[in-house]
């Protein structure tokens, strides 16, 4: 079952049980997900890969509006925010440690024969597509910057 039949029929469940958080985020998952479909030719399915990169940019943006509504001192709105963003981020992939993301770019970095920080878009490159989901572009790139300086 791809994720977004999965987020259908968790759908479904969410308005069985009369959860309004969980149901609200999962209709503009859905939302979201059916105009990254349509976007694409006739005919052509969503992958899960880019259904991952959808539901990722959601939960930045309510990670952000919690923020805007944390610094203008609006946390009830912020709570509702963060609560709709955990409700995403279980259907992402279980994100890096840092340890493991520093193992996973020093191999990126020797496959690649990077030696300086000059190489880094290259390194930039074979990272991203290589860790595509698993984790964030800014914790990449920071790493990255930190082994080959």
């Known amino acids: 079952m791809n994720l977004f039949d999965q987020?259908?029929?968790d759908i479904?469940?969410?308005m069985k049980a009369h959860d309004q958080v969980k149901l609200e985020a999962l209709?503009?998952?859905k939302?979201?997900?059916?105009e990254a479909k349509t976007a694409k030719p006739q005919g052509t399915e969503l992958e899960d890969a880019e259904a991952i990169k959808v539901l990722k940019k959601m939960v930045k943006q309510r990670k952000d509006a919690a923020q805007i509504f944390i610094d203008q001192n609006r946390q009830e709105l912020a709570d509702?925010?963060?609560a709709q963003a955990g409700v995403l981020e279980a259907y992402l992939?279980?994100?890096m440690t840092a340890e493991q993301l520093e193992a996973a770019i020093k191999e990126i970095i020797a496959?690649?024969?990077?030696?300086s920080i000059k190489e880094m878009g290259k390194v930039m490159g074979a990272a991203n597509k290589a860790l595509n989901g698993q984790a964030d572009g800014k914790d990449i790139s920071d790493c990255v910057k930190r082994l080959l300086a």
């Open 111 to 115: 496959q690649t024969g990077a030696t």
């Open 93 to 95: 992939p279980a994100a």
């Open 31 to 34: 939302k979201e997900l059916l």
């Open 12 to 14: 479904m469940a969410a």
């Open 7 to 9: 987020i259908s029929k």
């Open 80 to 82: 509702g925010e963060l």
């Open 27 to 29: 209709r503009g998952a």
